[in-house]
């Protein structure tokens, strides 16, 4: 709305010509006058007839116009207008456009006949018709001329006034104001317009006190002036207070029908909805349960019945362009106020919906609406839209938008989701850049500044999404020691403590963050997440269907029940591989293990069905192996066990038993013990042999973090032709890079092993030791939100010694592809060719693997 006075002079202004001021002519006929000044040409008498009879209502506004118009363009055959009648006519046009409210029309005529050549009466319509259109340079041009001509006038400085508001320079209008102030008036109009102009230079100075007093003491000076309960009303809304606004003017329209407009009615309806949901966004983070999104539903049934009002006005309201525009501009304010809504209410699916249909019907947004539409993507995991959107959303922004903002902090979640780490790095730099630690405008020295805080836990963030989790811990670990209450640095902490491996630590520092934080939401997912991660599916699953019947509309929330579900529900994992090449084994093989696994059932149980199948091609015949098993696990806290029953289609030991336990000493300690009635691991041509062979096997981890561990390994195989082997493995694996593109990593492993010296079918060697060296690269090469895909590279090298045939080198490279596909899949398959020395001959092997791993629904 434009500042609200306006001179009444101005509507009239056409009346104080010498012409209009004139009787009508007699002998014209008052019903033809304007259809006789049409089929001729002009003289000054046609003039004087239109105008009378537009005053006295014989003629349109736009009858009158267009007639002088017609006059101005002196078409073939009219005799062309003289200076004098040039002035007159353009100034006549100029005025009456502005009084009819056609401004554009009015600014266009003024493009054609300058203000140097118009009356001194069109100067002020002109200047009204040019700030209604917000050409500030030719109102300033009109104003100008004006004040010159006419030093002594209030009008022209009232104008004035105004255009220095239009165009900043509230210091300068200010001091108008008090000029004209210093003059008493008695007038009852004179003294509404400078409580206008007073009202208009408090709220460019940001008074909205002195402006709401002026506009209050105008309109009891006035109350037939309805347009000044309006600016009341509008500055009570743009005051914080747009809902008291809208009830006020509700009330006002009831009781004298007409006092508002349809269109400032649903304007004033549309802002008090907005602040409506700003207060339901925070009512919603303060509260629990249903009641948490009451306010949130409220208002989009609002917003639902404010559009149906503006569209059914809409249809209802003048044609001109300039009311159509203003209904188009505020249906787009309420679409794009529903569409922050439904992001708000958790209904992002809805609000992709309608952010696509206006983006379909060429709807330029605002940049908050664009802001929520790139949250919504970004919620359903289509980062690579919402980036765009955030980036528009922040240009159309400028220098508007705060420094730092939250559409910032999206896009440097969104750039990293879609792979963009220099991106996101570079405006993270921005950010710090620009959030400095305290506060530099403030009435004590030395205050913190709120933002440099979540700019800092934004940093360390940052490192832990990007794989650098040893730099994210020393990040939080200042950040918790400076600020030991900040609830998100507790939660930062915790979550790089899960991201390290180390499971008792992190439910530790959730279990304090939740004495201290209890209802914070996103402490309690990451809390639900960590009892999954140490094997607490109980307690996980009681907290979190407490969060989700707490808030089931918080994206954490929701994403937090998809992993788990994945976790806890039934899936089916598959190993499979085959080689060639290797002569002392088998000169072809392949095997392919599988297992499908039932949903936790009471918290702890899984029942399971265990398949094995395998063919090998030996030189001294061909074996295939087929076994099943079925199987009952039990995972609660530490602990770990497992049992099976087999039955497989040949050996000695075809039906059998399997079991494993595992438990977890701690952060660092890992122990395992385990048997099989039918191994796995027996040779090919000792299947061939109708040999069979019991296997045993223990290990003990020490895990650091999850960038280093040791290992150390026995195994046992007890064959049924009184062979029997030990083997001891010791292992150290080390990340050294570790990055968002790029990980670097290196494996120690040394193994040796001891069978009988008796005479068998199978490579039996009495005793073996191998040393071996292996580096393993991988790259990221895409990434979409959850949705990954590696290669990795690994080379290992190392020396083997067999007794009684010396050493000799070992060595393997292996090529893979890896998709991580979300909680839904993930699938491993590559290459691999290695050389390995049997009975002092070197023998090579040629490979291919494949992994999955996926839940089922």
């Not at 602040?275 to 609002?302: P, T």
């Amino acid at each position: 709305m434009a500042w609200g006075w306006a001179p009444i002079v101005c509507v009239l202004a056409f009346g104080t010509s010498t012409a209009l001021a004139q009787p009508s002519v007699p002998g014209v006929d008052a019903v033809d006058a304007a259809s006789q000044a049409a089929a001729a040409g002009y003289d000054a008498q046609r003039h004087d007839a239109l105008i009378a009879a537009r005053r006295e209502g014989r003629v349109t506004p736009a009858q009158a116009l267009q007639q002088l118009k017609d006059w101005l363009a002196a078409p073939a055959g009219a005799h062309p207008l003289d200076e004098r009648a040039r002035r007159r006519v353009a100034s006549d046009a100029i005025a009456m456009a502005a009084a009819d409210g056609q401004f554009a029309e009015a600014v266009a005529l003024a493009r054609r006949f300058p203000p140097a050549g118009l009356n001194d009466y069109a100067l002020g319509p002109l200047a009204l018709a040019a700030r209604r259109t917000h050409d500030l340079g030719l109102q300033g041009e009109a104003v100008k001329l004006w004040r010159a001509r006419q030093p002594a006038a209030r009008e022209p400085r009232f104008h004035e006034a105004y255009w220095r508001l239009d165009s900043g320079d509230v210091a300068s209008a200010k001091a108008l104001y008090g000029a004209l102030a210093s003059t008493p008036v008695q007038q009852t109009d004179d003294r509404v317009a400078l409580l206008e102009l007073r009202a208009a230079v408090a709220r460019a100075g940001q008074d909205t006190l002195q402006a709401l007093a002026a506009y209050t003491e105008a309109g009891a000076l006035r109350p037939d002036r309805r347009d000044l309960r309006r600016e009341a009303d509008f500055l009570l809304s743009s005051a914080g207070a747009a809902s008291s606004a809208f009830t006020d003017a509700e009330a006002a329209e009831r009781a004298n029908p007409g006092s508002f407009s349809p269109l400032a009615l649903s304007t004033l309806q549309q802002e008090a909805l907005a602040q409506q949901l700003r207060w339901a966004v925070q009512e919603r983070d303060q509260r629990l349960g249903a009641q948490r999104v009451v306010a949130l539903d409220r208002v989009l049934d609002g917003q639902q019945a404010a559009l149906a009002r503006a569209d059914a006005a809409a249809l209802k309201a003048p044609s001109s362009d300039a009311d159509a525009g203003a209904w188009r501009a505020l249906r787009v304010r309420l679409l794009s106020d529903r569409l922050l809504a439904l992001v708000e209410r958790g209904r992002p699916a809805d609000a992709v919906a309608l952010y696509e249909a206006m983006h379909a019907a060429g709807t330029e947004l605002p940049p908050h609406a664009l802001g929520a539409a790139a949250r919504a993507f970004a919620q359903q995991r289509r980062s690579a839209e919402a980036v765009p959107l955030y980036e528009a959303a922040i240009a159309k922004g400028g220098a508007d938008l705060p420094m730092p903002d939250p559409l910032y902090f999206g896009l440097v979640y969104a750039y990293q989701d879609i792979g963009r780490f220099e991106d996101a790095e570079a405006l993270l730099q921005r950010l710090e850049s620009s959030t400095p630690a305290l506060l530099r405008l403030t009435p004590e020295a030395g205050r913190p500044n709120e933002q440099y805080s979540d700019v800092s836990g934004l940093r360390g963030l940052t490192q832990l999404y990007t794989d650098r989790p040893a730099l994210a811990q020393r990040t939080f670990a200042v950040l918790t020691r400076e600020a030991p209450l900040n609830a998100g640095y507790a939660t930062g902490a915790a979550l790089t403590e899960r991201l390290r491996e180390h499971p008792e630590a992190a439910l530790a520092r959730y279990e304090a963050q939740a004495a201290d934080e209890p209802y914070d939401i996103g402490a309690r997912t990451g809390h639900v997440e960590a009892l999954l991660d140490a094997g607490e599916f109980g307690e996980a699953r009681r907290r979190a269907e407490a969060l989700d019947a707490d808030a089931p509309d918080a994206v954490a929330v929701r994403d937090m029940q998809r992993r788990r579900r994945a976790l806890v529900g039934a899936r089916l994992d598959v190993d499979a591989e085959a080689s060639s090449g290797g002569a002392a084994i088998a000169g072809r093989e392949w095997r392919v293990d599988s297992r499908l696994s039932s949903g936790l059932i009471d918290d702890q149980w899984r029942v399971f069905y265990d398949q094995s199948l395998g063919r090998g091609n030996t030189d001294i015949g061909n074996a295939g192996w087929a076994r099943g098993g079925l199987g009952l696990g039990w995972q609660r806290g530490r602990w770990l066990a497992e049992g099976a029953l087999q039955h497989a289609n040949a050996g000695p030991y075809r039906n059998s038993v399997a079991a494993r336990v595992d438990y977890r000493a701690g952060d660092a300690w890992r122990l395992s013990a385990s048997y099989d009635g039918d191994s796995k691991e027996l040779p090919w041509k000792a299947r061939v042999a109708g040999i069979g062979a019991h296997e045993a096997g223990a290990s003990v981890g020490y895990v650091v973090n999850e960038s280093r561990r040791f290992d150390l390994k026995w195994q046992r195989l007890d064959f049924s032709d009184g062979n029997l082997r030990n083997g001891l493995g010791l292992g150290w694996r080390e990340r050294w890079v570790s990055g968002p593109r790029f990980q670097l990593e290196t494996q120690l492993a040394a193994d040796t092993g001891r069978g009988r010296a008796i005479d068998v079918p199978y490579f039996n060697p009495s005793s073996d030791t191998s040393v071996q060296l292996g580096v393993r690269a991988q790259w990221l090469n895409w990434k979409r939100d959850d949705r990954q895909f590696f290669q990795a590279v690994e080379l290992s090298g190392g020396s083997y010694r067999q007794a009684g045939f010396g050493s000799g080198p070992l060595w393997s490279l292996r090529y893979e592809h890896r998709w991580n596909l979300g909680p839904k899949l993930t699938l491993r398959y590559g290459l691999s060719i290695s050389s390995h020395p049997y009975d002092g001959v070197s023998e090579r092997q040629r490979g291919v693997f494949l992994n999955l791993s996926t839940p089922l629904p």
